[in-house]
């Protein structure tokens, strides 16, 4: 794992986002990202928006796939993903929103839609996987005890997670309590993997990440099996590293 501690949110997010350009030079932007929600990668995504408005990158030719999407949740309703995405980044970009993927939190059958979004996966390999993390440890919806060989499935969201993204909600109760998750193999199958943290609530999770030991209790040390992971973190995330 290459672990880079930035001083504050906005190097943390201006180094994610030199990742970013890297691959899509490299590609000429024929290439698949993953990408996270969360108000982690707000500041890449700003960055990556900023550069396409001043015509310096184009994501025409790019592909994305999202982790993760609630269930139940209408996918106009503000504190969808796919809705996030549009906000923050895709409406910001000339990507095609035929080349923007999530899973369907609203299909009738769940698991069909949790099978279709694995098969989309395997043929779409990404390049680089953006993640944020949990302050559980989970990445996507993959919560502690999630095995490392699990594919996209639903989720029960732990009690921990539904406080933390209460903050996006009216109240704790308007919180989804199930997801659709990529799973933890799905994640370690792309090419690269960028994880991204900000702020003393991740420093605990940030350390069993990167130093811990390898255990389903912190689904983030999975990555250290990863070949080629990015950790990116801000000061305060960062603060149990050393
Ligand atoms: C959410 C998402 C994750 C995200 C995490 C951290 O539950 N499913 O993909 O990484 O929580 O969110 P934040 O960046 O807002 O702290």
Same mark, same amino acid.
């Given at each position: 794992m290459k672990i880079i501690v930035c001083e504050n949110y906005d190097g943390m997010s201006r180094r994610a986002y030199e990742e970013i350009k890297k691959v899509m030079t490299e590609t000429g932007g024929e290439c698949v990202l993953g990408l996270a929600t969360g108000s982690t990668p707000l500041g890449l995504y700003k960055c990556m928006a900023a550069d396409c408005e001043a015509g310096?990158?184009?994501?025409?030719?790019t592909r994305t796939v999202n982790l993760d999407e609630y269930v139940?949740?209408? =996918?106009? $309703?503000?504190?969808s993903y796919r809705r996030f995405m549009r906000d923050n980044l895709f409406d910001k970009i000339?990507?095609? /929103?035929?080349n923007t993927r999530f899973p369907d939190? $609203?299909?009738?059958?769940l698991a069909a839609e949790c099978e279709r979004y694995d098969e989309l996966l395997e043929k779409t390999p990404r390049d680089i996987q953006v993640l944020g993390i949990g302050s $559980?440890?989970?990445?996507? +919806? $993959?919560?502690?005890?999630?095995? +490392?060989?699990g594919r996209t499935r639903v989720v029960e969201l732990k009690e921990s997670t539904i406080k933390d993204n209460?903050? +996006? +909600?009216?109240? /704790?109760? /308007?919180?989804?309590r199930r997801a659709i998750s990529m799973g933890i193999r799905d994640i370690l199958q792309s090419k690269k993997i960028l994880v991204l943290a900000s702020g003393g609530n991740k420093a605990e999770a940030v350390r069993a990440m990167c130093r811990?030991?390898?255990t389903e209790r912190c689904p =983030?040390?999975?990555?250290?099996?990863?070949g080629d992971v990015t950790v990116i973190v801000d000061a305060e995330a960062g603060a149990e590293l050393c």
């Open positions: 310096k990158i184009s994501y025409e030719k139940g949740l209408p =996918a106009a $309703n503000e504190q000339d990507i095609l /929103e035929e939190g $609203n299909a009738e059958d $559980n440890g989970h990445i996507a +919806f $993959n919560e502690p005890g999630t095995p +490392f060989d209460s903050r +996006f +909600f009216a109240s /704790e109760e /308007e919180v989804p811990g030991e390898i =983030a040390s999975a990555l250290q099996r990863h």
